[in-house]
C-alpha cells in the first residue's frame, strides 16, 4: 500500500460536528466499472454474497488499500484498526420507495467512534439512483424526527468512500432509475483507545479545541470527543451550577437534555454525586444522558461506578466500557463481573476490558473462559478483547484455536484476528489450517463448479 493520506484538521471537526466524512479514491473509472459490473452478474445469478462480499470480490479490498480511504480510517480509528467479519452489498432496486430512518442495531447509542461503516459505491450515484440518506449530527441522538430538508443524500462518484460514525441515522433514498444501486458496507473497529491525534494535526487544536464557535449549541459536546480523539482527558471546571445544568437533563428536546448532560460533565467532578442520582431516574433518556455525563467526565467517576457494579451492574459496567482506557482502577472489579448471571453484563464486562487493554494476571484467564459462555454474543465480544491485548493475550492461543469451529460466525472471527494479533508461532500455526480450510474461490459459481 502506498503511503497513506492522513485527515486534515478540517476534515476532523467535519466528522465531530457531522459523524461522516467522503474521500474519493485514485483508483481509474474502469476499476469500479469492473466492480459494479461483477456485482450486478453476482446478484443476477447467485444472489447477494452477504458476508462472502469480499471473497466473492476480492478486488474490493483495493478500494480499503486506497492511500485517502485508508488515511480515513487511522485518522477515525487509529493505525491499528480491524475490518470486521460483518460485510454487506445493499443493492436499492430501481423504483424502490426507499427505506424508513434507522440507526444499525449492533452497538447504539455511543459517541465515542469505536465503531465505524464504510459506504462504497461502484457507480456514480446521484439523487435520483437512491444513494444512501443521512441526517448529519444525528449520531449523537437516540431518537430521530428529522425532516425532510435535514436529510443529506450522500451522492458521489464511482470510487466516492463515506465512512461513518456508526451511530449516524441513514437510509436507502428511494431509486427513480430504471437500474440497481449498489453500496457495499464495511464495518471497522478500534482497537486501541486513542492517545494522541491519528490525523494530520496542524498546531494544538486551537483555543476552542476544533475551531467552532464558544456561543455553538454543541460545542462543549465536540470539544469532548475532540480532545478523546487527541487522547486528551475531559477539560472540565466549568463555572456553572450543577443544579441548573441538571434541570435540562430530563427536557423533552433531546438536543436540550444532551447539551445539559455536557455541561454537566464540563463542570466535573462535583457533578458526579447528581448524575449518579440521576442514573436511577425512572426516565431512559434520563439515564442515558447522565451515562454520557459520566463517561465524559472520565477517571473521576470510576470510583462512584465501581460501587454500583454491586446493584446496578449493567449500567455501570456500560458506563465503565465507553470511558474505556482511564477506567483502568475499575479493571478487578471487572474481571469478578465476567462470571455475572446477566448475559449482558457479561458481554459488557468484556467490552469494557477490551477498551481499558489492560492485561492484569485475572483479565487474560476471565476472558478465557468467556469464550465457553453460552452466549454467542459473549463469545465474539470476548473474542475481540482478547485481539485488542494482541501479543498479551498469548496464554488464550489454545482456546481461541477451539473458537475457530464456534457456532458464532463472528466470535471465528474474532478469534481468527487474535490469533494473528497475538503472532507467536503457535498462534499461526493454530490460524492457518483454519484459513486453508476456509479459503474461498473466487471463481468457482453455479455456472463454474471447477
Given at each position: 500500500?502506498?503511503?497513506?493520506?492522513?485527515?486534515?484538521?478540517?476534515?476532523?471537526?467535519?466528522?465531530?460536528?457531522?459523524?461522516?466524512?467522503?474521500?474519493?479514491?485514485?483508483?481509474?473509472?474502469?476499476?469500479?466499472?469492473?466492480?459494479?459490473?461483477?456485482?450486478?452478474?453476482?446478484?443476477?445469478?447467485?444472489?447477494?454474497?452477504?458476508?462472502?462480499?469480499?471473497?466473492?470480490?476480492?478486488?474490493?479490498?483495493?478500494?480499503?488499500?486506497?492511500?485517502?480511504?485508508?488515511?480515513?480510517?487511522?485518522?477515525?480509528?487509529?493505525?491499528?484498526?480491524?475490518?470486521?467479519?460483518?460485510?454487506?452489498?445493499?443493492?436499492?432496486?430501481?423504483?424502490?420507495?426507499?427505506?424508513?430512518?434507522?440507526?444499525?442495531?449492533?452497538?447504539?447509542?455511543?459517541?465515542?467512534?469505536?465503531?465505524?461503516?464504510?459506504?462504497?459505491?461502484?457507480?456514480?450515484?446521484?439523487?435520483?439512483?437512491?444513494?444512501?440518506?443521512?441526517?448529519?449530527?444525528?449520531?449523537?441522538?437516540?431518537?430521530?424526527?428529522?425532516?425532510?430538508?435535514?436529510?443529506?443524500?450522500?451522492?458521489?462518484?464511482?470510487?466516492?468512500?463515506?465512512?461513518?460514525?456508526?451511530?449516524?441515522?441513514?437510509?436507502?433514498?428511494?431509486?427513480?432509475?430504471?437500474?440497481?444501486?449498489?453500496?457495499?458496507?464495511?464495518?471497522?473497529?478500534?482497537?486501541?483507545?486513542?492517545?494522541?491525534?491519528?490525523?494530520?494535526?496542524?498546531?494544538?487544536?486551537?483555543?476552542?479545541?476544533?475551531?467552532?464557535?464558544?456561543?455553538?449549541?454543541?460545542?462543549?459536546?465536540?470539544?469532548?470527543?475532540?480532545?478523546?480523539?487527541?487522547?486528551?482527558?475531559?477539560?472540565?471546571?466549568?463555572?456553572?451550577?450543577?443544579?441548573?445544568?441538571?434541570?435540562?437533563?430530563?427536557?423533552?428536546?433531546?438536543?436540550?437534555?444532551?447539551?445539559?448532560?455536557?455541561?454537566?460533565?464540563?463542570?466535573?467532578?462535583?457533578?458526579?454525586?447528581?448524575?449518579?442520582?440521576?442514573?436511577?431516574?425512572?426516565?431512559?433518556?434520563?439515564?442515558?444522558?447522565?451515562?454520557?455525563?459520566?463517561?465524559?467526565?472520565?477517571?473521576?467517576?470510576?470510583?462512584?461506578?465501581?460501587?454500583?457494579?454491586?446493584?446496578?451492574?449493567?449500567?455501570?459496567?456500560?458506563?465503565?466500557?465507553?470511558?474505556?482506557?482511564?477506567?483502568?482502577?475499575?479493571?478487578?472489579?471487572?474481571?469478578?463481573?465476567?462470571?455475572?448471571?446477566?448475559?449482558?453484563?457479561?458481554?459488557?464486562?468484556?467490552?469494557?476490558?477490551?477498551?481499558?487493554?489492560?492485561?492484569?494476571?485475572?483479565?487474560?484467564p476471565g476472558l478465557k473462559k468467556q469464550l465457553k459462555d453460552d452466549d454467542g454474543d459473549?463469545?465474539?465480544?470476548?473474542?475481540?478483547?482478547?485481539?485488542?491485548?494482541?501479543?498479551?493475550?498469548?496464554?488464550?492461543?489454545?482456546?481461541?484455536?477451539?473458537?475457530?469451529?464456534?457456532?458464532?460466525?463472528?466470535?471465528?472471527?474474532?478469534?481468527?484476528?487474535?490469533?494473528?494479533?497475538?503472532?507467536?508461532?503457535?498462534?499461526?500455526?493454530?490460524?492457518?489450517?483454519?484459513?486453508?480450510?476456509?479459503?474461498?474461490?473466487?471463481?468457482?459459481?453455479?455456472?463454474?463448479?471447477?
Amino acid at each position: 500500500m502506498r503511503e497513506i493520506r492522513l485527515l486534515t484538521d478540517e476534515q476532523m471537526r467535519f466528522y465531530v460536528v457531522n459523524g461522516f466524512i467522503s474521500v474519493k479514491t485514485a483508483l481509474p473509472p474502469e476499476f469500479h466499472a469492473g466492480v459494479f459490473q461483477r456485482t450486478n452478474d453476482i446478484f443476477e445469478k447467485e444472489g447477494n454474497p452477504g458476508n462472502n462480499l469480499l471473497p466473492r470480490l476480492p478486488e474490493v479490498q483495493r478500494v480499503f488499500q486506497d492511500p485517502n480511504v485508508a488515511g480515513a480510517l487511522t485518522g477515525l480509528l487509529g493505525a491499528d484498526y480491524y475490518m470486521h467479519p460483518h460485510r454487506h452489498c445493499h443493492c436499492n432496486p430501481p423504483g424502490s420507495d426507499g427505506q424508513r430512518m434507522h440507526m444499525d442495531g449492533w452497538n447504539r447509542r455511543h459517541h465515542h467512534t469505536r465503531w465505524a461503516m464504510a459506504f462504497y459505491y461502484p457507480q456514480h450515484t446521484p439523487k435520483r439512483l437512491g444513494p444512501t440518506g443521512v441526517v448529519p449530527g444525528s449520531h449523537f441522538n437516540n431518537t430521530c424526527d428529522a425532516n425532510a430538508n435535514e436529510e443529506l443524500p450522500l451522492c458521489g462518484d464511482a470510487g466516492d468512500v463515506t465512512i461513518v460514525h456508526y451511530d449516524l441515522w441513514h437510509r436507502a433514498m428511494p431509486n427513480a432509475s430504471d437500474g440497481p444501486r449498489y453500496m457495499m458496507k464495511f464495518l471497522f473497529t478500534r482497537m486501541h483507545e486513542p492517545d494522541a491525534p491519528s490525523w494530520r494535526q496542524s498546531g494544538n487544536g486551537g483555543p476552542a479545541r476544533g475551531g467552532w464557535k464558544r456561543t455553538d449549541d454543541r460545542a462543549l459536546l465536540w470539544n469532548h470527543l475532540w480532545d478523546w480523539h487527541r487522547g486528551r482527558p475531559c477539560a472540565n471546571g466549568l463555572d456553572a451550577s450543577v443544579a441548573d445544568a441538571a434541570r435540562d437533563l430530563g427536557d423533552g428536546h433531546e438536543n436540550t437534555a444532551l447539551n445539559a448532560a455536557y455541561r454537566l460533565a464540563a463542570i466535573g467532578t462535583s457533578a458526579i454525586p447528581t448524575l449518579s442520582d440521576f442514573l436511577d431516574d425512572g426516565s431512559e433518556s434520563v439515564r442515558l444522558n447522565a451515562a454520557y455525563a459520566l463517561s465524559a467526565i472520565g477517571a473521576p467517576a470510576v470510583p462512584t461506578l465501581v460501587d454500583r457494579l454491586a446493584h446496578d451492574a449493567a449500567q455501570a459496567v456500560r458506563i465503565l466500557a465507553d470511558i474505556g482506557g482511564a477506567a483502568e482502577a475499575a479493571v478487578r472489579r471487572l474481571v469478578d463481573t465476567l462470571e455475572h448471571e446477566d448475559p449482558e453484563v457479561r458481554r459488557w464486562s468484556a467490552e469494557a476490558l477490551g477498551n481499558i487493554a489492560r492485561a492484569e494476571p485475572a483479565v487474560v484467564p476471565g476472558l478465557k473462559k468467556q469464550l465457553k459462555d453460552d452466549d454467542g454474543d459473549v463469545r465474539r465480544t470476548a473474542a475481540l478483547a482478547l485481539a485488542k491485548l494482541g501479543p498479551a493475550a498469548e496464554a488464550a492461543v489454545s482456546d481461541l484455536r477451539d473458537v475457530l469451529a464456534d457456532a458464532n460466525r463472528y466470535a471465528r472471527g474474532n478469534a481468527a484476528e487474535a490469533l494473528r494479533r497475538i503472532g507467536t508461532p503457535a498462534a499461526l500455526h493454530a490460524l492457518i489450517p483454519a484459513l486453508t480450510t476456509a479459503r474461498w474461490c473466487p471463481d468457482t459459481t453455479p455456472e463454474s463448479t471447477f
